[in-house]
T-cell receptor, first 111, second 113 residues
Framework: GNSVTQMEGPVTLSEEAFLTINCTYT??????LFWYVQYPGEGLQLLLK?????DKGSNKGFEATYRKETTSFHLEKGSVQVSDSAVYFC??????????FGSGTRLLVRP | ETGVTQSPTHLIKTRGQQVTLRCSSQ?????VSWYQQALGQGPQFIFQ???????GRGNFPPRFSGLQFPNYSSELNVNALELDDSALYLC????????????FGSGTRLTVV
């Protein structure tokens, strides 16, 4: 079945550092890929998405490129801020139209 | 345009009791999905409703059931609560079944004691 694997956290960075959170997936066909962010005590917010191979999703300085050859969708940001501290979830939608999430990666950014 | 609203935000129940969680979908959205997020884990798909019909179910026992109403709001019912049912329950709505843009509510935090 479809699944998503993301790097375990927590990831601890200093402000203005470069961020990479790895995400790989297993799916039949051509899934759409997503990154969601969850701030403490809140629900999920869509951060970015990509619907086909080689698409790059971007939002608020975050980027991720849909790499079919490596089945990956790594999240990157060039300069993180303290306000980026949250839990980040990689997810996919396949032919069943249900979201399948990874286990989440907690990011802590220190001033 | 309002987003997805869930109620209540928190509740505490005793093992063996029943609970109903409610979700108002975003205006114009006819598809609602429910997810269970245990502490420290990613959300797990429970089921989805499209135009008042169940359209897919995850690996959850029959004591998890749901409804979608003509106004596309939805309920999640859990019978015979177990301690492991303690989790954040998230509702997400989308414009229709084939539109892959989901809006999530803030969730209901259920604690079973």
């Amino acid at each position: 079945g479809n699944s998503v694997t993301q790097m375990e956290g927590p990831v601890t960075l200093s402000e203005e550092a470069f961020l990479t959170i790895n995400c790989t997936y297993t799916a039949t066909g051509y899934p759409s890929l997503f990154w969601y962010v969850q701030y403490p005590g809140e629900g999920l917010q869509l951060l970015l998405k990509a619907t086909k191979a080689d698409d790059k999703g971007s939002n608020k300085g975050f980027e991720a490129t849909y790499r079919k050859e490596t089945t990956s969708f790594h999240l990157e940001k060039g300069s993180v801020q303290v306000s980026d501290s949250a839990v980040y979830f990689c997810a996919l939608i396949g032919s069943s139209y249900k979201l399948i999430f990874g286990s989440g990666t907690r990011l802590l950014v220190r001033p | 345009e309002t987003g997805v609203t869930q109620s209540p935000t928190h509740l505490i129940k005793t093992r063996g009791q029943q609970v109903t969680l409610r979700c108002s979908s975003q205006s114009g959205h006819n598809t609602v999905s429910w997810y269970q997020q245990a502490l420290g884990q990613g959300p797990q798909f429970i089921f989805q409703y499209y135009r008042e019909e169940e359209n897919g179910r995850g690996n959850f026992p029959p004591r998890f059931s749901g409804l979608q109403f003509p106004n596309y709001s939805s309920e999640l019912n859990v019978n015979a609560l177990e301690l492991d049912d303690s989790a954040l329950y998230l509702c997400a709505s989308s414009l229709d079944l084939y539109t892959i843009g989901y809006t999530f509510g803030s969730g209901t935090r259920l604690t079973v004691v």
